[in-house]
T-cell receptor, first 114, second 114 residues
Framework: KAGVTQTPRYLIKTRGQQVTLSCSPI?????VSWYQQTPGQGLQFLFE???????NKGNFPGRFSGRQFSNSRSEMNVSTLELGDSALYLC?????????????FGPGTRLTVT | GDSVTQMEGPVTLSEEAFLTINCTYT??????LFWYVQYPGEGLQLLLK?????DKGSNKGFEATYRKETTSFHLEKGSVQVSDSAVYFC?????????????FGDGTTLTVKP
């Protein structure tokens, strides 16, 4: 089975711009979660989508948004980029079942804001 | 809210040494516990998991036991190899209240020297 894929792998943007990141989950996985990873804050949860609905949201400003399509692919958007948004953005998919959410991560998108 | 505390790193060991990385957690529900590993330039990979008290997760020589009485999930390996050099994350997921959201520790960087 193909793993979680994320595109693009690297992005360089300027402050004030917006960016869209894409994530394709493992086939059959309906839950997609997004995380921001930075050296200072570690791994922080952004949001989770399940069956095209946002089911959970972390403590990020409204500039961070996402959506999920009927094929479970997900996108996240960051508007009005700030320098502090530079990070590795990780997408994870899972097949929810009893016993906890074992997540499968993509390689990440490295976003640099200048 | 939920939280995970890992021992501070970095950890440097010689090949064949014994490894312990401590992890304790705070959770309002009854979480599942995970260890993930991240190699340079990659996303996180699930290393092992445990879903209920006294469960032992194991994989590739690594082990961790879910200790509810001490709220701990320490990672151990009897003999580390150079190829085990990576960043290790302890995480929890409470499927009852925060579906699709994992809470991570800060990560522990392990370097194994030949």
């Amino acid at each position: 089975k193909a793993g979680v894929t994320q595109t693009p792998r690297y992005l360089i943007k300027t402050r004030g711009q917006q960016v869209t990141l894409s994530c394709s989950p493992i086939s059959g996985h309906r839950s997609v979660s997004w995380y921001q990873q930075t050296p200072g804050q570690g791994l922080q949860f952004l949001f989770e989508y399940f069956s095209e609905t946002q089911r959970n949201k972390g403590n990020f400003p409204g500039r961070f948004s996402g959506r999920q399509f009927s094929n479970s692919r997900s996108e996240m958007n960051v508007s009005t980029l700030e320098l502090g948004d530079s990070a590795l953005y990780l997408c994870a998919s899972s097949l929810p079942r009893g016993g906890g959410y074992e997540q499968y991560f993509g390689p990440g998108t490295r976003l640099t804001v200048t | 809210g939920d939280s995970v505390t890992q021992m501070e790193g970095p950890v440097t060991l010689s090949e064949e040494a014994f490894l312990t990385i401590n992890c304790t957690y705070t959770a309002t529900g009854y979480p599942s516990l995970f260890w993930y590993v991240q190699y340079p330039g990659e996303g996180l990979q699930l290393l092992l998991k445990a879903t209920k008290a006294d469960d032992k997760g194991s994989n590739k020589g690594f082990e961790a036991t879910y200790r509810k009485e001490t709220t701990s999930f320490h990672l151990e390996k009897g003999s580390v190899q150079v190829s085990d050099s990576a960043v290790y994350f302890c995480a929890l997921s409470d499927s009852n209240t925060n579906a699709g959201k994992s809470t991570f520790g800060d990560g522990t960087t392990l370097t194994v020297k030949p």
